[in-house]
């Protein structure tokens, strides 16, 4: 059974970078994970996609409000899933999750880590 635990996050002003990651165990051959995810859910939405990249690391997906400032990748040698956030702005405040989707179709989540962006 594949597990997320995330890492970083906090508070930070507006224009300022933060760098989340996501280290996962129990990845093996029988459940590869096809697809690695970041999600958020601001206080009172739905949880929204914010940016996801494939098993290859060719296929990166953004949602549009944070294409060119957030950026994807993924360290397969330490089984992490980095998200570098730059130029934060207070509408970027919300729990985020890292998730990965895999070759069973079995989805798991990371346990949420807050990121608040006020002066």
């Known amino acids: 059974q594949v597990q997320l635990v995330q890492s970083g996050g906090g508070l930070v002003q507006p224009g300022g970078s933060l760098r989340l990651s996501c280290a996962a165990s129990?990845?093996?051959?029988?459940?590869?994970?096809?697809?690695w995810s970041w999600y958020r859910q601001a206080p009172g939405k739905q949880r929204e996609f914010v940016a996801s990249?494939?098993?290859?690391?060719?296929?990166?997906e953004y949602e549009n409000s944070v294409k060119e400032r957030f950026t994807i990748s993924r360290d397969n040698t330490k089984n992490t899933l980095p998200l570098q956030m730059d130029n934060l702005q207070p509408e970027d405040t919300a729990i985020y999750y890292c998730?990965?989707?895999?070759?069973?179709?079995?989805?798991?989540w990371g346990q949420g880590t807050q990121v608040t962006v006020s002066s």
């Open positions: 998730s990965a989707r895999t070759i069973r179709g079995a989805d798991y």
């Open positions: 129990g990845v093996t051959l029988d459940n590869m994970v096809l697809t």
């Open positions: 990249i494939d098993f290859t690391g060719k296929k990166i």
